[in-house]
């Protein structure tokens, strides 16, 4: 169990005053058994006229922004502030809850759950050449059962162990191929990467948005901006969450924000503006993640600007 806030800043900066479409933040986590949200505070500047909040395809929260037509600004800055208490899972409970029937692979799933899962287990980039399937296969045993978690733990650490990792501020994910070939990228490519994988061998998988946060002096990297990992579908276990970036199994020090099918979907602030075509002058994203058991010494009712109710 942890006690995390987190304060991630967004600020877009415009050589003349610019105006702004209509903005989408996916920046606020559901409460869950393995999560509880004590506070969710947004400051937005400018103001917009208007902020409602809905719930995506896949149930996330995402929070929705217009501004006025006449409202021009050579800035938009967003800061959310959440207070919450983790409870990660842990690598023993997936193992402790998994149905007995697909601890060795491959495996078939339940007649009731298959249509739910369809779309997750296809694949979202193609591979003429089968690269990604042959990557994949080198994690099932040789004249030997494959355990299905081991396999997908092997897979994780793999790309952990054999991968450069590098931050990337540009937008979008590399594909799959690309990863393999340059041996280095971004979370998100790692996750899209193992997602794939996953999705060549008949598994469901989905990209996970969020935080990373470090507990226990291990040197995790992808912090100090959104976090990427995916979740892969193990009946009875559920969706268990694989890192591959620091090879964390089962949720440990990550913080879920949204579950997607594809990483387009999981944007977490997403808009534009109209106005000059050079009129960007640059992004500036912070992520500040503090651990503790201390409860934090301002509320989100003092802080200034929009808080959301769920």
Same mark, same amino acid.
């Given at each position: 169990m942890a006690r995390v806030r987190i304060r991630h800043l967004t600020r877009y900066e415009y050589r003349n005053p610019v105006g702004?479409?209509?903005?989408r933040l996916m920046v606020r986590p559901r409460d869950s058994h393995d999560l509880r949200l004590h506070d969710a505070t947004l400051s937005i500047s400018p103001l917009p006229m208007t902020t409602r909040w809905a719930h995506d395809v896949f149930g996330n929260s995402v929070c929705l922004m217009d501004w006025a037509p &006449?409202?021009?600004?050579d800035h938009l800055e967003i800061i959310s502030e959440l207070d919450l208490t983790h409870y990660p899972a842990?690598?023993?409970? #997936?193992? /402790?809850?998994? &149905? #007995?029937?697909v601890e060795v692979f491959p495996f078939s799933y339940g007649a009731e759950e298959a249509p739910d899962l369809a779309r997750l287990r296809e694949r979202h980039l193609p591979d003429p050449q089968r690269r990604v399937d042959a990557w994949a296969r080198r994690f099932l045993a040789q004249g030997e059962p494959t355990h299905t978690l081991p396999m997908l733990e092997a897979m994780t650490r793999a790309i952990r162990d054999e991968f450069t990792y590098e931050s990337r501020d540009a937008e979008g994910t590399n594909t799959p191929i690309a990863t393999l070939e340059t041996g280095r990228g971004a979370c998100r490519d790692f996750t899209l990467l193992m997602m794939e994988a996953a999705?060549?061998?008949?598994? /469901? /998988?989905?990209?996970v948005t969020g935080y990373l946060y470090e507990d226990n002096g291990q040197g995790a990297v992808g912090g100090g901006a959104t976090h990427a990992w995916c979740a892969i579908y193990v009946p009875g276990a559920g969706w268990v $969450?694989?890192?591959?970036?620091n090879g964390l199994v089962a949720g440990e020090n990550l913080i879920r924000v949204g579950a997607t099918r594809t990483p387009e979907q999981a944007v977490p602030v997403g808009g534009g503006f109209f106005g000059e075509a050079d009129a960007f002058l640059g992004l500036t994203v912070d992520v500040t993640v503090q651990v503790g058991d201390d409860a934090p010494e301002e509320t989100? /009712? $003092?802080?200034e600007g929009v808080s959301p109710e769920a």
């Open positions: 702004l479409t209509q903005h &006449d409202t021009l600004t842990g690598p023993e409970l #997936p193992l /402790a809850t998994l &149905d #007995p029937g999705r060549s061998l008949g598994l /469901a /998988a989905r990209f $969450e694989y890192d591959p970036t989100a /009712a $003092e802080a």
